[in-house]
């Protein structure tokens, strides 16, 4: 059972959690497979998950230096962005909802961290970190509320989220360069995946990869303010989502 008394993910069912823990074990793994209906099969390098500071992209290395106070590390996974700010001596809680890789980050020596969805989370935190597409776990664009309404609870006051995404048009470009959308998508960054890993299929999710503009929109609506703070090299970038003062 997890915190709040709903029962957490099925470690018989938790293919990424798997893959973690085989390859903090050996040093190796199985294919980490993202499986799609829209797109084709893709794989997670179980290495990329294990990354250090140095081979960090650009956006997470400008999200930890800009990581203070109390610090949250949502969908933590095996643990990077927690391990590194550990070592510069900096107060870090991590959460997962994948038991096996709550698991892994333990031995690997993340000092607080918990099985926790990030949706029930209590506590107040300055900065609440979302790397790797780390907004993804929203969902989709009508969920984009809730997690305002969530961050109302737990972002103490001044406090910053620093999360990334993608615009992904470029996915929907046709041969002319023209963005053609599926009209049945109502927007083109809400995905289903399911991950595998050798005979383990997790339960389906839904993920969400959101242009900046749409950010800024969506945040605008439920009182907070996006900046873009960087930007990747494939229409990646930071945002850092503070609340907007009340104008009296
Ligand atoms: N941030 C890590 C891992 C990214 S993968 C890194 O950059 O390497 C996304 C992680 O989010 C997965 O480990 C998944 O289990 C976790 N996750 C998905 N939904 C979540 C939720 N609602 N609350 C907390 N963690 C969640």
Redesign the pocket.
């Known amino acids: 059972m997890g915190k709040n008394g709903i029962k957490g993910?099925d470690i018989k069912k938790d293919p990424?959690?798997m893959a973690i823990t085989d390859y903090h074990k050996t040093g190796n793994a199985d294919r980490l497979r993202v499986l799609s209906p829209m797109f084709e099969e893709d794989e997670i390098p179980l290495q990329?998950?294990f990354?250090k500071y140095e081979e960090m992209p650009i956006i997470?290395r400008k999200a930890l230096d800009l990581a203070k106070g109390k610090i949250l590390?949502?969908?933590?996974?095996?643990g990077?962005?927690s391990l590194v700010l550990q070592e510069r001596g900096i107060y870090v809680t991590a959460?997962?909802?994948?038991p096996l890789?709550v698991e892994t980050m333990k031995k690997r020596g993340v000092k607080k961290v918990s099985e926790?969805?990030?949706?029930t989370l209590d506590g107040r935190y300055d900065t609440i970190l979302?790397?790797?597409?780390?907004i993804?776990?929203v969902g989709t664009l009508e969920r984009l509320q809730e997690f305002f309404c969530h961050l109302d609870k737990i972002l103490a006051p001044g406090g910053q989220v620093l999360c990334d995404s993608s615009d992904i048009s470029y996915v929907f470009e046709d041969d002319n360069g023209m963005i053609d959308i599926p009209p049945e998508m109502e927007y083109y960054g809400e995905h289903s995946f399911r991950m595998k890993y050798k005979n383990v299929i997790g339960e389906s999710?839904e993920w969400l990869y959101i242009d900046a503009d749409t950010l800024k929109e969506k945040a605008a609506n439920n009182g907070y303010a996006v900046e873009v703070v960087a930007e990747g090299e494939h229409y990646d970038y930071l945002a850092r989502i503070t609340k907007k003062l009340e104008t009296k």
């Open positions: 993910m990424m959690g990329t998950l990354r997470e590390d949502v969908g933590a996974g095996a990077c962005h959460i997962d909802i994948s890789s926790q969805d990030f949706f979302m790397l790797m597409n780390g993804g776990i999710f």
